[in-house]
């Protein structure tokens, strides 16, 4: 059984950073596809970013609105996914969701089988 399970969000003021952690079980960090996604109250789920790690290569997917600003990464040896958060903004408030395995593809628009409950992210002003 797969299961996924965030932690790391809380509140910052705006221009600080956060690292949100996925402790996955049951799915293999080290070949698969992962994401994470967000969603700000009265707003459609984002795709934020996602990565591929089942080719030779390492692929890894940002959305434009986080470019530069956010990574994803994983830690093979703990099955753990990351999302570091730098400079962030009062628009990146919303609950953020790892997810793993998935039904099409590898990137933001993505859908997948498994999902963490979220953690909630709040940036003030």
């Known amino acids: 059984q797969v299961q996924l399970v965030e932690s790391g969000g809380g509140s910052v003021q705006a221009g600080g950073s956060l690292r949100l952690s996925c402790r996955i079980s049951?799915?293999?960090?080290?070949?698969?596809?992962m994401g994470w996604f967000r969603q700000a109250p009265e707003k459609e789920r984002e795709g934020v970013a996602s990565?591929?790690?089942?080719?030779?290569?390492?692929?890894?997917y940002v959305a434009d609105s986080v470019k530069g600003r956010f990574t994803i990464s994983r830690d093979n040896a703990n099955n753990t996914l990351y999302l570091q958060m730098n400079s962030l903004k009062p628009e990146d408030t919303a609950m953020y969701y790892c997810?793993?395995?998935?039904?099409?593809?590898?990137?933001?628009?993505?859908?997948?089988?498994?999902w963490g409950q979220g953690t909630l992210v709040t940036v003030t002003s």
């Open positions: 049951g799915y293999r960090t080290s070949d698969g596809c």
């Open positions: 997810a793993a395995d998935p039904k099409n593809g590898c990137g933001l628009d993505t859908e997948y089988h498994y």
């Open positions: 990565i591929d790690t089942r080719e030779i290569l390492t692929y890894s």
